[in-house]
Nanobody, 115 residues
Framework: QVQLVESGGGLVQPGGSLRLSCAASGNGVITAPMGWYRQSPGKQRELVARIFSSGTTTYADSVKGRFAISRDNAKKTAYLQMNSLRPEDTAVYYC?????????WGQGTQVTVSS
């Protein structure tokens, strides 16, 4: 079983930065992809960034060049560095791990970008 706990969200002004963390349980996590999704009111949950155990990363077009995903397997933690934040980045951000045919989600952390 896997448990995911996100942290690092908050209120930031446009152009500012935040760093989200996702702390995971389970020794199988280091073999699995880890991803960040977000969901805003009235919108479907969307993939923001994903990182594989190899270190290969993918990003949504809307965040390319602004966000960076990373992972520390020793700490079983994934990070999302968010720079040049825009009001449209406002959402609840969720950590996600697919492992052994199951899909695990964290509780989410709120990111609000506003002046």
């Amino acid at each position: 079983q896997v448990q995911l706990v996100e942290s690092g969200g908050g209120l930031v002004q446009p152009g500012g930065s935040l760093r989200l963390s996702c702390a995971a349980s389970g020794n199988g996590v280091i073999t699995a992809p880890m991803g960040w999704y977000r969901q805003s009111p009235g919108k479907q949950r969307e993939l923001v960034a994903r990182i594989f155990s190899s270190g290969t990363t993918t990003y949504a077009d809307s965040v390319k060049g602004r966000f960076a995903i990373s992972r520390d397997n020793a700490k079983k933690t994934a990070y999302l560095q968010m720079n040049s934040l825009r009001p449209e980045d406002t959402a609840v951000y969720y950590c996600h791990v697919p492992l052994a045919g199951k899909y695990y989600w964290g509780q989410g952390t709120q990111v609000t970008v506003s002046s």
